[in-house]
């Protein structure tokens, strides 16, 4: 079999260790290999890099469960040409029980130029949807905290939702600052109301006037401070996010035309399917936005979990908000081609098509 890369170096990576092969060609008889095992510090994986580099390594290729492969990639990426294989195409030969058997069949595969790359982004766009991604958990966090205030709530018979469409507005949010504060009087805490809420204190009145227990009132205090606490994280890093993506407004204002996507979920599409249309082929399959079909029945079949199930929760979300009842999501985006026509509109406009050539961004490292 031809040699593709006469120099290269297959990487098993774990938690705490990271086995690395070498295989080297020799002009006659077979070639020489040679594995070290290194731990997964800095400082360790620094001289990784350094043995690396005195074994005239030109490519390399990791195999790795979870996180565990960013550390690696990120301090190996920027000195060798660095191959993050699929591990569920590694395992795929059976027979290998040991790391250092991984990390020689790595190493041989690549060398025979046999394994496919899996995408990966570059180092901005990381960075990106680190920030996005985490932003999203903590939008989920807040409304998981906000139904369990509604619980407590309950559970002391104070029945603030069923009259204020939002538990947390200026004139609800002062109702339960007084309750938290040891005011008992329904007539007093009704008084809060402010606005169009004030031809409801009849109501207000009867919803506020329930059994508040002080245990209750410990809870829904710090349910609210948590809830504070969510707001302001979530502000910062959506002002970071902005920052980053301040070259690529016009992609932004773009995307917000799109009917149920606003300014936060046209941020976290970018962030997932980038802004350089040749780094995403089918972006509209990528996203989970056109079911898969079979090539050999000429039939449509369920579509399978995308690979970037983050911006595919965007897209389904923002669906969700104009599409019919009877439609789904995947029918929704298929049918309309909004997605795939404001695509191809920023792709031809002025803005810059990369994060990295036009706006580079500060780096981890």
Known sequence: MDVVYPCCCGIDIHKQSAVACVIVSETKGPPRKEIRTFGTMTDDLLALADWLASKAVTHVAMESTGVYWKAPFNLLEGQFDVLLANAQHIKAVPGRKTDVK???????????GLLK???????????????????????????????????????????????????????????????????????????????????????????????????????????????????????????????RLAPFQAMLERLDVIPGVGRRTAEILLSEIGTDRKTVRRERAVNGCVPRSSRLRQQQQKPKTPIWQHSTTASSDAAAATRPRSQSATQFWSSSGIFSSTIAHTSTSAPPTSMTATAPLPSAD
Not at 102 to 112: F, K, M, N, S
Not at 198 to 221: D, N, S, T, W, Y
Request: net charge neutral; hydrophobic share 45%; no cysteine.
């Open 102 to 112: 991984d990390a020689e069949w790595i190493a041989d595969l690549l060398r025979h």
């Open 117 to 243: 790359p899996s995408f990966v982004p570059d180092r901005p766009q990381r960075e990106l949807r680190e920030l996005t991604r985490y932003r999203t958990v903590l939008v989920r966090e807040r409304a998981a905290e906000i139904n369990r205030l509604q619980k407590t709530l309950e559970g002391a018979n104070i029945k603030l939702g069923d009259v204020a469409s939002d538990i947390l507005g200026r004139s609800a949010r002062q109702m339960l600052e007084g309750l938290v504060a040891g005011t008992a009087e329904p007539s007093t805490l009704a008084q809060f109301a402010r606005g169009r809420m004030r031809q409801k204190i009849p109501q207000l009145e009867r919803a506020l006037a329930g059994r508040f227990a002080a245990h209750q009132r410990l809870l829904v205090a710090q349910q609210l401070a948590h809830i504070d606490y969510l707001d302001e994280a979530i502000e910062r890093l959506s002002a970071e996010v902005a920052e």
